[in-house]
């Protein structure tokens, strides 16, 4: 919000002084020009000078603020050139009258360049500043509604990730509590952990890596005591993670997939999981399973949708510096992702 504030307040700054400047180079034009013509009588500034060059005052802002508003934005531009055309000879005939009738008391001259330069100056000067800070505003409009598309759609996203992961765990659960009661308390503990992590931590937009990763170990713990002997576990952790943040529950997904399909009806299962931080922001992801073929009794409806929602994530968070890999193979599913992060220390998204 700060940022937000002193963005607007420089912007509003520079338009102010953008005027303040360009007025006052308006009005000092003429009396640079009486100098060099050795003509201070007829450019007196008060009786001459002044009233022409006030009345152009309101013509610039009758198009930048009224007519390129009203037509040009919409897209309208006949009726905006011709709403131009208009005030273009409207402003012609009272710049004439102002400055050869009233102020300079001689026969009006229309086609003298000395009148007509200003008219069409500040009519072309009204233009240019006008479509250029329209198509800004658009431009900054058509921004902040992709935002708020991408904004929408993570926080969808987000939401999908807790009760699906939810589910898959309470399956663990009730699989433990009906085979291996006696481990029902540590059990309960790490899910415990687990659940405490998705409350407090996956509502932030970013949270250390080293929180991410101690949740992905607890996850993994879950899963040896359910597993125990059966399943070859095998979590490596390199590097220090020191304090680069991530998306939460950003990686878990990847690790719940490898559960989900690289055990059951396969020999000798396997899973691997390594992560690897290096210096000073690359941070390397894989994960890889063993896999058979897919009995229609395994199959399930919501299959799929945790992978989706990740990679879907991966690409509105990480969209110039993430490389995700997938390998599907006749018995192996891997899993590459490697990504830049960025320093807690640094500004925020």
Excluded: C
Aim: neutral net charge.
């Amino acid at each position: 919000m700060k940022l937000d504030n002193k963005k607007l307040s420089s912007d509003l700054l520079f338009r102010v002084l953008f005027h303040l400047l360009f007025w006052f180079y308006w009005l000092l034009l003429p009396i640079l020009n009486s100098v060099m013509d050795n003509d201070t009588e007829r450019y007196d500034f008060l009786t001459k000078i002044l009233p022409a060059s006030l009345l152009s005052v309101p013509f610039f802002y009758l198009n930048t603020e009224i007519l390129i508003k009203k037509f040009f934005s919409k897209n309208q531009l006949t009726r905006y050139f011709l709403s131009l055309l208009i005030l273009f000879i409207v402003y012609l005939t009272a710049y004439v009258y102002v400055k050869d009738f009233v102020v300079d008391k001689f026969p009006i001259r229309v086609y003298d360049t000395r009148t007509l330069f200003p008219v069409v100056f500040i009519i072309s000067m009204s233009t240019l500043y006008g479509v250029i800070v329209f198509m800004i505003n658009q431009s900054k409009k058509d921004t902040e509604e992709k935002e708020e598309r991408l904004k929408s759609e993570l926080s969808f996203l987000r939401s999908q990730i807790s009760p699906h992961f939810i589910f898959n765990v309470l399956n663990s659960i009730v699989y433990l509590i009906r085979t291996k009661s006696e481990k029902a308390e540590n059990v309960t503990i790490e899910l415990s952990n687990l659940i405490r992590y998705m409350l407090y931590e996956s509502e932030n937009k970013q949270v250390l890596l080293e929180k991410e990763i101690e949740y992905l170990k607890n996850y993994v713990e879950l899963q040896k005591i359910r597993f125990g002997d059966d399943v070859n576990i095998n979590l490596k952790i390199e590097g220090n993670p020191g304090s680069l943040f991530i998306e939460p529950m950003l990686l878990i997904p990847f690790v719940e997939n490898a559960f989900k399909h690289g055990v059951g009806f396969i020999k000798n299962p396997e899973i691997d999981i390594n992560l690897n931080v290096i210096a000073p922001n690359k941070f390397i992801f894989k994960v890889s399973n063993k896999i058979g073929p897919e009995k229609d009794e395994q199959k399930d409806s919501n299959s799929g949708i945790g992978l989706k929602n990740v990679k879907r994530r991966i690409e509105l968070l990480y969209p110039d510096g993430n490389n995700l890999k997938v390998k599907n193979n006749e018995s192996v599913f891997e899993v590459d992702l490697k990504l830049d992060l960025k320093d807690i220390n640094q500004n925020d998204r």
